[in-house]
Every structure is written in C-alpha cells, then in structure tokens.
C-alpha cells in the first residue's frame, strides 16, 4: 500500500535554529498538507499547498514557516527560526482527489532545546 | 465549520462489536462525514467516510442516520490494536481548499 514517508522522524534542534523537515508524499496525490501535533493536544492544521501554491493556512503558519515542493516529489517545512513552542510532532499528509480522504506520514518529532 | 460532537472516551472487550456515535447537528448537504483514528505514537488513519448511505469497508462500517445529524462508526470485532483515538470529521466537497479540523475524538480502550 502506498505510503507518506517523513524525515527524519525525530529532530533535536537549538533555539533559534532552523529546520527542514521532509515529506515524500505518494505520487499520485494532488493536495499536500502540513499538521502538528503538541505533546497530548489535537491535532493543529498548519497548512495545505495545491498546484504548487499554498491554497489555506491556520494562523499558527507564520512567516517563521514556509513550504516548498521543490521538485515534484518532496514537500518539505521550513522553520526559520525555531522557538520551544515549536516542539511537536509534525505530519505530512497527501490527498488524490476531493472528497477523498488523506494519507498521513508517521510524522517528524521536533525537539527545540 | 460544521463541528462533531463525541464522546471523551469509551471502553470494549476484546472481539466485542464498537459503537463509536458522532453527532453533527450542523451537518450540510455536501459535508461529508470523515473518520480517523490515531494510534498511540502515530499519525492519524484513514478509516471511513460516507455522505448519506451506509459504507462498509474492511476496517469498519459507517451508519449515517437518516436525518444525517449523526453517525455511528461500527468496529464489528474490536482487537488490541484497535485501542486508539477515533476521530469524526466533516468535510464539504464543495471546498476544494478546505482542511479537516481534528477535535479531541474519542479514547478507545479494548481490554483483553
């Protein structure tokens, strides 16, 4: 069965650093989508990206954030300059066709000291 | 946003059947209604979802009530591994753009 695979699946990082997490969504799939997830919180929408363009994003996704889909497979997350807050676990999902549902990675735990 | 409303967590013998309700009050005619499920230390799962008729599929079956205010996701033999939170979502079809907004769901314990 297809699958979303993410890298690395876990992050230690200093305050102030960036981060790049990655995304390999399956290749088919249209609509990519960028989740979070705070230790024993819900899961946060952050931001979905269509037709290699962001199509809606929460207000957590602030300019310290950004995605790419630098060559038609990867989908990636920048974090400019990450803060502890940021410590979370971070899913990647990909999604064919409305009103389809979603495939989501294994996720990427970012650890900010 | 059309919300969910489900319980904070239910309990089940091992091999019993599972019925996990939902309510939408709110539902519209196009919002189609989404379950996932989040194992401990994963990412959400795809598992069902239906717009007005019962769907079976081989993970679960989904029964939308009449008036479409509710579902119910049914786990016909629940198993250890089916210990997780399950989460009822809505979607319209309409809205190409729109993402799905996870509430808190419902803890599932099965007990052996």
């Known amino acids: 069965e297809p699958e979303v695979t993410q890298t690395p699946s876990h992050q230690v990082t200093q305050m102030g650093q960036e981060v790049i997490l990655r995304c390999v969504p399956i290749s088919n799939h249209l609509y990519f989508y960028w989740y979070r997830q705070i230790l024993g919180q819900k899961v946060e929408f952050l931001v979905s990206f269509y037709n290699n363009e962001i199509s809606e994003k929460s207000e957590i996704f602030d300019d310290q954030f950004s995605v790419e889909r630098p060559d038609g497979s990867n989908f990636t997350l920048k974090i400019r300059s990450t803060k502890l807050e940021d410590s979370a676990m971070y899913f990647c999902?990909?999604?064919?066709?409305?009103?389809?549902?979603?495939?989501f990675g294994s996720g990427t735990r970012l650890t900010v000291v | 946003d059309a919300k969910t409303t489900q319980p904070n967590s239910m309990e089940s013998n091992e091999e019993e059947p599972v019925h996990l309700p939902c309510n939408h009050s709110?539902?519209?005619?196009?919002?189609?209604i989404h379950w996932y499920r989040q194992l401990p230390s994963q990412g959400p799962e795809y598992v069902i979802h239906?717009?007005?008729s019962n769907v079976n599929n081989r993970m679960a079956s989904l029964a939308i009530a009449e008036d479409r205010k509710s579902s119910t996701l049914i786990l016909h033999r629940a198993t250890l591994r089916d210990a997780a939170v399950y989460y009822c979502i809505l979607r319209d079809s309409d809205n190409y753009g729109q993402n799905f907004v996870f509430g808190p769901g419902t803890r599932l314990s099965v007990l052996p």
């Open positions: 239906g717009l007005t």
């Open positions: 999902a990909s999604r064919f066709l409305v009103p389809g549902g979603y495939t």
């Open positions: 709110t539902i519209s005619g196009t919002d189609y």
